[in-house]
C-alpha cells in the first residue's frame, strides 16, 4: 500500500494528452501539470521504515521480526547481518534475547529461532510486523494475539522451520523466510520505527550533553550479561562479544533506558519473566560514530513509533542506517563509554 509509506519522487515523465474537439472537427494538443496520485512506481523511491534509506521496490512481505537465541547454546548466529534494525532485550535469569526485524532482504536461513516474549508487543506492532518463533508462554502468546500481532511459530505448525544438525534443542531452530514471505499478508508499516533525518539536513543536539571522542562502549543488563562494542570501519558499530557468524553493523547504536516488569510467570527453572516496559518516556544515549548525545526516548503506548527529544524539548533524529537497539534495565542496568 504505497500510500502508508513515505517516499520520494525522483522522476516524472509528463504525459501528453490528445484531446478532440467535437465542435469543430481540429485537435489540439494539451500538456497538464503531473497529477503526484497518478505517477507510476517505478517514479517513486521508498525509504524504508527501519534504516531510512531508499528502496528500490516495495517489499512484498511484512515486517519479519525473529527472535534470536543470544548466548553460547545457540552459536552461531545466521544471517543476522542482513537484518534491518536489531533489538537486544533482557529475558529470565539475568540472559537476553534479539528481535532481529527483516523488512528489505529476506534470508533463506535465519537463526537460531526461540520463544517470543511479551516485549516484543512494543517492538512489532508499531510497524505491522510478524513476530517469528519456535513458541512461547501460553501467557505471552494470548498477549501477543489480543495485541492483533501475527505469530509464525513452529508450535503453531507454521511453515519454514528446519532443525540445525549441529546443535541441540531448543538451540537448532532454523526458520526461512521466503517460504513464510510467500505465505504471510502483506501489511505495510504504518510510519517509520525511528525518527529519521531527511536528506540534506543533519541532526541537531541543541543543548543535549554530547560527548566526542568515544570508541567502545559496554552496555550491562544484569550481573551475569552485558554487551561489548567498538567503534570500527566506515564509523560502524559491531559487538566485539557476540554470538554471530557475521556481525551485524550498526551506524546508530542506540541505548534505551526502560522499566522493567514481571510478566506474570516462570520459566521451567522457577525463574521469573521480565518484561520490558516499551512505552511512555525515559533516559536514552544515541551513539553515532563517535559522538554520543544524551536524549529523552518516547513511545506514548505500545504500538508507537520511538521518537527522541533534546534536553530543550526539540525533536532528533537519527541519520539513515542500520541501527542496534539497546533496551536496558532502568534500575538494574549500566553503560560504559570509553
Known amino acids: 500500500m504505497l500510500t502508508a509509506m513515505r517516499f520520494r519522487s525522483i522522476a516524472v515523465a509528463a504525459a501528453t494528452v490528445v484531446v478532440l474537439a467535437g465542435c469543430s472537427g481540429g485537435d489540439s494538443t494539451t500538456t497538464p501539470d503531473p497529477d503526484p496520485s497518478q505517477r507510476d512506481a517505478a517514479d517513486l523511491v521508498q525509504l524504508s521504515p527501519l534504516t531510512g ?101 513452529e508450535d503453531a505448525g507454521s511453515p519454514g522451520f528446519s532443525s540445525d544438525p549441529a546443535l541441540v534443542r531448543p538451540y537448532n531452530r532454523l526458520i526461512d523466510l521466503t517460504t513464510l514471505a510467500a505465505k504471510a499478508r502483506v501489511t505495510a508499516p504504518p510510519s517509520p520505527f525511528l525518527p529519521f533525518t531527511a536528506e540534506g539536513e543533519t541532526a541537531d543536539p541543541g543543548t543535549s550533553k554530547t560527548r566526542s571522542g568515544i570508541r567502545t562502549a559496554t552496555v550491562r543488563f544484569s550481573r551475569s550479561t552485558s554487551t561489548s562494542w567498538k567503534l570500527g570501519a566506515k564509523d560502524q ?71 527522541f527529544e533534546t534536553a530543550d524539548g526539540t525533536p532528533y533524529t537519527l541519520d539513515p542506517g542500520h541501527t542496534f537497539l539497546e533496551l536496558v534495565p532502568k534500575d538494574d542496568g549500566k553503560v560504559t563509554l570509553n
Request: glycine fraction near 10%; charge should be negative.
Open 237 to 307: 558499530w559491531s559487538r566485539t562479544n557476540g554470538h554471530a557468524d557475521k556481525e551485524f553493523r550498526a551506524d546508530n547504536l542506540v541505548i534505551m533506558y526502560c522499566r522493567i516488569g514481571d510478566a506474570g510467570y516462570t520459566d521451567p527453572a522457577g525463574n521469573p519473566v521480565p518484561v520490558t516496559e516499551l512505552e511512555g518516556s525515559g533516559r536514552a544515549i544515541v551513539l553515532h560514530g563517535s559522538d554520543a548525545v544524551e536524549l529523552t526516548w518516547k513511545k506514548p503506548a505500545l504500538d508507537s513509533p520511538i521518537t
Open 53 to 153: 534509506l531508499e528502496m528500490t521496490s516495495t517489499p512484498q512481505n511484512p515486517v519479519f521480526v525473529v527472535k534470536i537465541e543470544n548466548t553460547y547454546g545457540g552459536e552461531p548466529q545466521i544471517a543476522l547481518d542482513q537484518a534491518d534494525l536489531v533489538v537486544e532485550e533482557l529475558v529470565e535469569g539475568g540472559l537476553t534475547r534479539l528481535a532481529a526485524m527483516y523488512y528489505s532482504t529476506i534470508p533463506s536461513k535465519v537463526g537460531h529461532v526461540r520463544s517470543l516474549r511479551a516485549t516484543d508487543i512494543g517492538v512489532a506492532s508499531p510497524v505491522n510486523g510478524a513476530i517469528v518463533a519456535s513458541g512461547g508462554a501460553g501467557n505471552a502468546v494470548r498477549r501477543v494475539e489480543r495485541a492483533g500481532i501475527t505469530v509464525f511459530s
